[in-house]
């Protein structure tokens, strides 16, 4: 059993637990649901963006406590302050230590990018939900679900004005999504040994057509890197431990952004 599927048996129990709770009336009522969100094509596609995805993490199965002092607060305005494109939050509590609430804290004070709900999504629940606490963009892993639930899943979120970033990790997960015009994530954690490979970014990349917009996911500490993954026709870049293990994420995104060439 990997670890991503000890996350999906124990997200589907949570899952399971809260829909019998909270009838989806309760999260249609949520006074940011109908706002207008953010896009994060828009923002990666600016003239200038800097394309890097900023996440808050406290914790991760692979690296343990990364960050128990930081504040969503002091991090979400060092991220806007640095010109993040958009802000990634991990709202698992029991593998990332993250909350639902670490988002809506973050939405009021972010008021101009995206913020993407990182999270093991298992039910289209958690898709009216993810607008409720106030998310624009959505993931859908592919590893963890049917060609059929990411179209249709794809197709709730779009319909409630969310994007999605739809994740892989090899070839099988890119053949389960219809690739058009959709955004792209590749995540280079290898979820059996947690190792990190970039090369699975650019060994992926030349499988994705130009109408997709292509993301580059983990273990990206340098910001040299960006400028090799940029040739590959990468325009995001999802950073988390590498900010997040600093005394000061705003500060540490600001200073990598900087160096960017
Ligand atoms: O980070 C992990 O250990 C992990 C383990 C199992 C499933 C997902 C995991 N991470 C989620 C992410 O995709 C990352 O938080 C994100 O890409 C940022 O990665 P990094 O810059 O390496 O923190």
Redesign the pocket.
């Known amino acids: 059993m990997t670890?991503?599927d000890k996350?999906i048996a124990f997200k589907k129990k949570e899952v399971a637990k809260i829909k019998a709770e909270v009838p989806v009336k309760k999260l249609v009522e949520s006074p940011v649901f109908g706002r207008s969100t953010f896009s994060l094509k828009k923002s990666l596609l600016e003239v200038g963006s800097t394309g890097i995805i900023a996440?808050f993490?406290r914790q991760?199965?692979?690296?343990g406590i990364?960050n128990d002092t930081a504040t969503i607060e002091e991090v979400t305005n060092g991220y806007i302050e640095a010109n993040v494109a958009a802000q990634?939050i991990?709202t698992d509590t029991s593998?990332?230590g993250g909350t639902m609430a670490d988002l809506m804290e973050a939405r009021v004070i972010n008021q101009y990018k995206p913020i993407l709900r990182?999270d093991?999504i298992v039910d289209g629940f958690q898709i009216v939900e993810s607008k409720a606490i106030g998310a624009d963009v959505i993931?859908l892993?592919a590893a963890c679900l049917s060609k059929e639930q990411l179209k249709n899943y794809g197709k709730l979120a779009t319909d409630l004005g969310l994007e999605v970033l739809y994740?892989v990790h090899n070839e099988e997960d890119l053949d389960k999504i219809e690739l058009d015009n959709k955004i792209i994530?590749i995540?280079?954690?290898n979820?059996k040994t947690?190792e990190?490979d970039l090369e699975n970014s650019i060994k992926l990349a030349s499988q994705i057509p130009d109408s997709c917009l292509k993301v580059s996911?983990?273990?990206?500490?340098d910001p040299r890197i960006i400028s090799g993954l940029k040739e590959y026709g990468f325009q995001g870049f999802?950073?988390?431990?590498?900010?997040?293990k600093t005394q000061n994420p705003g500060e540490a995104c600001k200073e990598f952004i900087s160096q960017i060439r």
């Open positions: 670890i991503l996350i996440e993490k991760s199965p692979s690296k990364i990634s991990l593998f990332f990182k093991f993931l892993i994740e994530g995540n280079n954690r979820l947690f990190v996911e983990s273990g990206i500490s999802l950073i988390g431990e590498n900010f997040m």
